[in-house]
């Protein structure tokens, strides 16, 4: 278990760990990944995958979202 510093929002905790999370799942693509890449819901973890994609150089990221709300924020 990773040590949680006091005084950081739970919020912003559970943000941090589920980053590293698609992060480590993101590299066992490859770095960048050698094709287009499609992302199947847009929400917090697939805007990070989609967030950690783009900094990583992929040129083609294709999102797929069925709930209009989601769909609208990403």
Known sequence: AIPIPDGLPDD???L???S???A???RK???PPPAPVLVTGAGTIGLLAV???AALGVAE???VEPRPERRALA
Request: charged share 10%.
């Open 20 to 22: 590293g999370d698609v």
């Open 61 to 63: 990221i294709d999102v």
């Open 51 to 53: 967030f950690i994609l």
């Open 12 to 14: 912003l905790a559970v």
């Open 24 to 26: 480590t799942g993101v």
């Open 16 to 18: 941090l760990i589920l």
């Open 29 to 31: 693509l490859g770095v």
